[in-house]
Every structure is written in structure tokens, then in C-alpha cells.
């Protein structure tokens, strides 16, 4: 999601996004087998448990120990349930110890972040709210964003802004982090990061926030959210059934160009060369897209924001 867009929403919980519409692209059969990659705050685990019979099976995945305590305190007796804590490029694997591979009906990925994480100023994700600078899903795996940010070259950051906060003035920013590291010790803070940004921007978008783009792409690359999307993808055929389903719900272009493309790809089938006689048959789509890209529609946006910038894609595996 864009952190504005997240931020808008300033209660606490988290409201699931095209919540309707993205279990709805499941088909989900009562007696079915089904992954939530993003658990959040198990809304979409939720409705989709609502829809399973009794020997139906969801198992849900976060890297969050937020959300894990959440589903163990929601779901944990129910017996259909199952909650890992990682990332969801793990999808594969627990998929084969159970002896599920190739029979998935359906895997629902919701990216991004969730509001509980923005809101939250101790997990330091917030432009708005001052607190550590921290911004990991999992606070225990892998670099605070503080850290990174006492030892990275300006050249490095500004890579960063630019690839994954799509940051026109990645360099100058950049370049504003290290002279504040170096007069002023570690930026250790969300508020202070906040402000270098703010003062080193020099042409702000209308309705944006000046530090919106660097803040998303420092937690984009902190995450590694997007070679996880691109692990997880690669992942999606050998789990599903024929006729299972894939949705996915983006939250910025970055994310919806990769499923934009894996869809399209895989629904053009094998590559030949273009003067080749091949048929139809031949081509052997691996999945068939459902419809097109779905956006909230006015009612969802009306009471929440954050859906303003979501795409739901949705492709079905053939045989
Ligand atoms: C937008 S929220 C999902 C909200 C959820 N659908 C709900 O209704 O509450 C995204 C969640 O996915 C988790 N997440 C993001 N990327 C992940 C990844 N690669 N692996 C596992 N969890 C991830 C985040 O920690 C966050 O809790």
C-alpha cells in the first residue's frame, strides 16, 4: 500500500482490502485447500474460513509475530487452521510437508504492509509518528532500517529510493542522510528521517507527503518485499491444482508490473520462435487470467482509504 495511504487510516485495526472481490476470485469449494501468504490481522483468513466446510484447510503465513499472535488468539482452535510465522516464499515447502503439493485450490497474497504495523510508531514504519527507526515485518530477522541507514553510501540509498520509493530526487536525498549521520550521529529515529527527507525534497507532490516515496522504498528494500514477490510467483504453478486460483492484491506499480507480467507470461504459454507454424495447442498456456485488474469501488473507498491505490489480479491454473 502507499504509506499515505495507510497512514489516512489512523484507527488501529486493520480493514481488509477488496475483501469481497479477492475471495470471491477464489471460487473456494468447501472441502478445498487454501493459503493466506499476508495473515495482517486475518481478515481475508477469515472470510475464507467462513466459507470452508468442515474438511476444508487454510494455512495462513506472516513474517509478522504480531499477526501470529493474532491468528493463534482468533483461529488457534480452530482445527481447519494453520498459521506459520516467515515469509510466504516458504509457500512451496510447507506446502510439500504436507503432502499438498499440486493441490492447492487457491493462494491469496494481500502485500504490503498492514495498518497495525504503520499505526504502530515502535515498529518504526511511520513518517507521522515519531519512534525507532525500524520498519522490519519480523523485528527479529534481518536489519533494522537504522542500521542500514549508519552504514550505507549515499550511492546505495539512492539506489534504494530510486528503484523502490521511485524517489525523483533519490541522489539529493541520499546525499542529505550521510551529511545528517555524519554532523549529527545515527538517525535512530522515524521522526528525524522524517524531517532530513522532508527538508532535502525540494519539490513535493500534491497530497503526498514529501517523505511518503523514500519511506516506501527503504521498507520495500529492508523487506526485501519484492524478490519475495518475485520468489513466491515463480513458486505458484508447481503448488496449485488445476483450476486452483491465484489472487493478488497489489498496493503500488512495483508490485502489480511483477504480477502484471508473471500472469501475462504464464498465460501466453511456451515462447517460439516467431516465424515457427505452431497451434493453439501447442502455445499450453500454464494458467488463464480471470478478468481483469479489479479496484475498490467508491463504497469501500469511502470508508477506507488505503484501498485507493489496491489491484487485484487473478489467474486460475489450467491442466
Ligand atoms: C496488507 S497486510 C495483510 C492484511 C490481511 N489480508 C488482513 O485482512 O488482515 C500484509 C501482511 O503481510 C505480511 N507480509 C508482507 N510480506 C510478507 C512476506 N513476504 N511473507 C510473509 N508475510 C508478509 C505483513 O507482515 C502484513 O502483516
Do not use: C
Not at 515462447?271 to 507454424?277: A, C, K, Q, V
Amino acid at each position: 500500500m502507499t504509506e499515505q495511504g495507510a497512514q489516512a487510516n489512523s484507527s488501529a485495526e486493520h480493514l481488509p482490502v477488496l475483501l469481497e472481490e479477492s475471495v470471491k476470485a477464489l471460487a473456494i469449494k468447501p472441502d478445498g485447500i487454501y493459503l493466506d501468504g499476508t495473515f495482517g490481522r486475518g481478515g481475508h483468513s477469515k472470510a475464507i474460513l467462513q466459507q470452508l466446510g468442515p474438511d476444508g484447510r487454510l494455512l495462513a503465513v506472516d513474517k509478522d509475530p504480531e499477526a501470529i499472535r493474532t491468528a493463534q488468539v482468533q483461529f488457534g482452535d480452530d482445527g481447519r487452521f494453520e498459521i506459520v510465522r516467515g515469509s510466504f516464499t516458504m509457500l512451496e515447502q510447507e506446502v510439500k510437508q504436507r503432502g499438498w503439493t499440486g493441490k492447492v485450490n487457491g493462494i491469496l497474497l494481500d502485500l504490503g504492509v498492514s495498518s497495525p504495523q504503520l499505526d504502530d510508531a515502535d515498529r518504526g514504519f511511520s513518517f507521522r509518528a515519531d519512534g525507532p527507526l525500524d520498519m522490519r515485518m519480523d523485528p527479529e530477522s534481518g536489519i533494522s532500517a537504522a542500521d542500514w541507514l549508519a552504514e550505507a553510501s549515499d550511492s546505495d540509498i539512492a539506489v534504494v529510493l530510486k528503484e523502490y520509493g521511485e524517489e525523483r530526487y533519490a541522489k539529493r536525498i541520499a546525499r542529505a542522510i550521510v551529511e545528517s549521520r555524519v554532523q549529527d550521529g545515527p538517525i535512530l529515529t522515524t521522526g528525524r528521517l522524517a524531517k532530513v527527507v522532508t527538508d532535502a525534497n525540494p519539490r513535493w507532490e500534491k497530497n503526498k507527503d514529501p517523505a511518503t516515496r523514500s519511506f516506501q522504498g527503504i521498507r520495500i528494500y529492508i523487506n526485501r518485499e519484492l524478490a519475495d514477490l518475485d520468489d513466491v510467483l515463480a513458486q505458484v504453478l508447481n503448488i496449485l491444482t488445476p483450476g486452483g486460483r491465484l489472487a493478488v492484491i497489489s498496493f503500488h506499480s512495483l508490485e502489480d508490473r511483477r504480477v502484471k507480467q508473471f500472469m501475462r507470461r504464464e498465460a501466453r504459454g511456451g515462447e517460439f520462435p516467431p516465424d515457427l507454424p505452431v497451434t493453439q495447442a501447442q502455445f499450453k498456456p500454464n494458467i488463464r487470467l480471470v478478468g481483469k485488474a479489479v479496484r475498490a469501488g467508491e463504497a469501500e473507498l469511502a470508508v477506507n482509504p488505503r484501498a485507493r491505490s489496491a489491484v487485484l489480479r487473478i489467474a486460475e491454473r489450467m491442466q
